[in-house]
C-alpha cells in the first residue's frame, strides 16, 4: 500500500524566512496530495492541494511542487510569520482505495514548524 | 455553521470499558471519516463511510465499530478498552473526494 515519508519532523525559522516541507511517496498510481495545518488543540486544516496533472499551484505565500517521477511533493512558505508555526501534514491519496473511496489519504508524520519572531 | 462537532473532548476510560464518541457534521456531506492521531505518527484512518447505511474498514479498525444510518451522524464504539487506544481522535466529513474537514478531536485515556 501507499507510504507516505515527511522531512524534517521539527523545522524552526526566523520571521520572515522560507520554509520548506518536504514528502516522498511510494505509489505512482498516487494523484491528490494536499497539506493540512493543524493548531495546538485544533483539529487539521487543509491549506493547499495539488492533482498529479499539474506541476506547481500557488496560493499567496503558500506553494506545493510536485514531481510525479521522483514521487515527492514539497510545500514552500515564504515570508514566515508567527502564526504559520504549527503542525503541517501531508498526504497522498490511497489507491488501494479501501473498498472504492478515493477519499481516503495517507497522512506523513507531521512537520512541527516554529517562527521565531 | 458548526461544521464537524465532536463529543466528548475528554475522556478517561477503565481497561475493559466501552464507550461511544459521537460525530456529527451539518455540511450535508456523505463522506465521513474517523481517524486517530498518535504522538508524532500522523493520522491513521480507522473507518469511513461513503453514505448513509454504508461503511468499511481503513487502516486500523480493530478494536472499533461504527455505524451511519443519517447522513449527519457518525459514532464511533470502543468496545473492551485497551491501553492502545489511547489517543486523540478526529471525525471528518468530506463532499465526495475533496477536502477533508475536521472536527476538534477527542482526547481519550484508557488506564
Known amino acids: 500500500g501507499e507510504n507516505v515519508e515527511q522531512h524534517p519532523s521539527t523545522l524552526s525559522v526566523q520571521e520572515g524566512d522560507s520554509a520548506v516541507i518536504k514528502c516522498t511517496y511510494s505509489d505512482s498510481a498516487s494523484n491528490y496530495f494536499p497539506w493540512y495545518k493543524q493548531e495546538l488543540g485544533k483539529g487539521p486544516q487543509l491549506i493547499i492541494d495539488i492533482r498529479s496533472n499539474v506541476g506547481e499551484k500557488k496560493d499567496q505565500r503558500i506553494a506545493v511542487t510536485l514531481n510525479k517521477t521522483a514521487k515527492h511533493f514539497s510545500l514552500h512558505i515564504t515570508e514566515t510569520q508567527p502564526e504559520d508555526s504549527a503542525v503541517y501534514f501531508c498526504?497522498?491519496?490511497?489507491?488501494?482505495?479501501?473498498?472504492?473511496?478515493?477519499?481516503?489519504?495517507?497522512f506523513g508524520k507531521g512537520t512541527k514548524l516554529s517562527v521565531k519572531p | 455553521n458548526a461544521g464537524v462537532t465532536q463529543t466528548p473532548k475528554f475522556r478517561i476510560l477503565k481497561i475493559g470499558q466501552s464507550m461511544t464518541l459521537q460525530c456529527t457534521q451539518d455540511?450535508?456531506?456523505?463522506?465521513m471519516y474517523w481517524y486517530r492521531q498518535d504522538p508524532g505518527m500522523g493520522l491513521k484512518l480507522i473507518y469511513y463511510s461513503v453514505g448513509a447505511g454504508i461503511t468499511d474498514k481503513g487502516e486500523v479498525p480493530n478494536g472499533y465499530n461504527v455505524s451511519r444510518s443519517t447522513t449527519e451522524d457518525f459514532p464511533l464504539r470502543l468496545e473492551l478498552a485497551a491501553p492502545s487506544q489511547t489517543s486523540v481522535y478526529f471525525c471528518a466529513s468530506s463532499y465526495l473526494e475533496q477536502e477533508l474537514f475536521f472536527g476538534e478531536g477527542s482526547r481519550l485515556t484508557v488506564l
Open positions: 455540511m450535508n456531506h456523505n463522506y
Open positions: 498526504a497522498a491519496s490511497n489507491p488501494l482505495n479501501y473498498g472504492g473511496s478515493q477519499g481516503n489519504l495517507i
